[in-house]
């Protein structure tokens, strides 16, 4: 009976949306996506004709480290043209983040990787990226997704200070675009991840629930060989003065220690360009005058089963959305459950 009832109210919820898009209104927390005449270009500059059509969705978030006081507030807009969906998310950040794990040349020559002196374990909060995640409930299948939001995957007290993710029970899916600002995003790719049902274990899924796609790898550290970083960018610059703080694969070469005087500071990672299903979705963005604009791409069906499918445009879609300012995991959220429908 119960399950009975979840189905007839998201039902309910469905037509009710349906019907105030049919009379040109926007219902609450809801993202209507418009038709455009010409795909908008991805760039980052958020002003192509296309978003002038699509009705702006207002998300406040809050409880995010680093932001100030915690909160920013997102504005969404959705077109579609051809056989891709289009999304322009814009919201505040006082500060571009870029600075992940560098290693840093020390006085006396030697080498170390700089690091949150107050992260106990995966919640770095100073040397680390801006990013962004949405969520969508994969065909309804999270129980409660569409009535309580994707905070019902999520799950505190298991050995991270920010919980873990993962779903109630089998079969039960969730699609997870995870914008990661100096790594995938350098690449023009947000992340393509899900949420399922493994439970967390310190050893075995350290991560739970969450995880890529196949046609991974994302990215991958490296160590100090010899107290020296194994790599260095080719054009042997440090990232504190001008050059990056990641390293793109092919861009790596051998790592040559006198091209660098103390403070100097060099990427430890490799960021590898993802593909298949877990490289479906593209982005461009940037960041001006304390705002981020980014623009995404992705089609409307990928044929996976990891992925949200808007494959109808009479149905109401559910999802999340938070952001992070220079955190790994201390993001700020809304405590609303946002829906997804097209114009008619």
């Given amino acids: 009976m119960k399950t009975k009832k979840l189905v007839s109210l998201a039902l309910g919820a469905a037509f009710l949306a349906a019907a105030a898009v049919a009379a040109g209104q926007a219902p609450a927390n809801t993202l209507v996506v418009a038709k455009a005449a010409a795909a908008p270009t991805l760039d980052g500059n958020g002003n192509d004709p296309a978003w002038a059509s699509a009705q702006p969705l207002s998300v406040k978030l809050s409880g995010g480290a680093n932001f100030v ?88 007290g298991e ?62 550290g490296f160590s100090l060989v010899n107290g020296k970083p194994e790599f260095m960018n080719k054009d042997s610059k440090a990232a504190n003065a001008g050059g990056f703080y990641y390293i793109k694969d092919g861009d790596q070469v051998a790592f040559d220690d006198s091209k660098f005087k103390p403070d ?37 069906t990928t044929g996976s089963k990891f992925d949200v499918q808007f494959s109808d445009m009479n149905k109401t879609y559910y999802f999340g959305f938070s952001a992070f300012d220079n955190a790994q995991v201390r993001h700020a959220m809304s405590g609303d459950v946002l829906k997804l429908v097209f114009a008619k």
């Fill in 69 to 156: 006081n915690g909160e920013t507030t997102a504005t969404l807009k959705s077109v579609v043209a051809g056989d891709t969906i289009y999304f322009l998310i814009q919201y505040a950040d006082p500060t571009e983040s870029k600075r992940r794990g560098p290693y840093k040349k020390q006085p006396d020559g030697t080498w170390k990787k700089v690091s949150d002196p107050n992260d106990k374990g995966g919640d770095d909060n100073a040397y680390y990226e801006d990013k962004w995640a949405m969520i969508w409930n994969i065909n309804d299948s999270v129980a409660g997704f569409n009535q309580s939001g994707c905070a019902v995957m999520c799950h505190v």
């Fill in 159 to 220: 050995g991270k200070p920010f919980g873990n993710k993962y779903t109630a029970k089998e079969g039960e899916l969730a699609d997870m675009w995870h914008m990661k600002g100096s790594r995938n995003g350098v690449n023009g790719q947000v992340d393509d991840q899900y949420v399922d049902w493994t439970r967390y274990d310190k050893e075995k899924s350290p991560n739970a629930g969450r995880k890529g796609d196949p046609g991974g790898p994302d990215y991958k």
């Fill in 264 to 300: 100097d500071e060099v990427a430890s990672y490799i960021v590898y360009k993802l593909q298949g299903d877990r490289g479906d979705i593209q982005v461009a963005y940037r960041w001006q005058n304390g705002t981020y604009t980014y623009e995404v791409a992705r089609k409307l």
